[in-house]
């Protein structure tokens, strides 16, 4: 995680990370007990391009926990993603590249990333371009989900 942030200018403690579960069965590890109409709104939306912001369970590493205790869950629609998480029996953690060009947000060219970051990575794993527009980000902690960012993934709250 350090080496992310170092990677991104950030600091850990500010940093906004995400596990990518392979699927829902994988959340009662890493999040305390979510509601059922969370549980079924997580279920109609995933996979997909959301990031749902539930309470982090005691499992979860401190160093992952920010200061509200939470934690981002993904289940992208990405079979490189899926093979990974599920080759590995673990969640991986996510966290997009800022785009320094003005014109777009996010960094997904393979090519640019390995340019950009060859000397600071183990890896670039080339799956093709990835999608310039970020995930819709849902609180969950309380009773009703709130929308934090309105991204890809489209939900009638």
């Known amino acids: 995680m350090e080496k992310i942030c170092r990677l991104r200018n950030i600091r850990p403690e500010k940093a906004n990370f995400s596990f990518i ?17 969370t549980f079924r ?22 160093i992952f ?13 990405n079979n490189i993603a899926q093979a990974l998480v599920k080759a590995l029996g ?21 090519l640019s990333i390995h ?3 060859e000397s600071r990575v183990d890896l670039v794993l080339d799956g093709g371009f990835g999608n310039n527009h970020p995930s819709t980000v849902l609180d969950c902690t309380e009773n009703d989900p709130k929308l934090i960012r309105q991204g890809l993934g489209v939900v009638n709250l």
């Open 21 to 37: 579960c392979n699927d829902l069965s994988q959340l009662s590890e890493y999040a305390k007990q979510v509601s059922t109409p």
């Open 41 to 62: 709104l997580m279920k109609n939306c995933l996979p997909g391009p959301y990031t749902f912001i539930l309470k982090a369970s005691g499992q979860v590493p401190r």
């Open 65 to 77: 926990k920010n200061k509200k205790k939470t934690i981002g869950i993904r289940v992208p629609q």
């Open 90 to 110: 673990n969640p991986i953690m996510s966290a997009s590249l800022k785009d320094e060009d003005e014109l777009k947000e996010y960094t997904t060219d393979p």
């Open 115 to 117: 340019d950009r970051y």
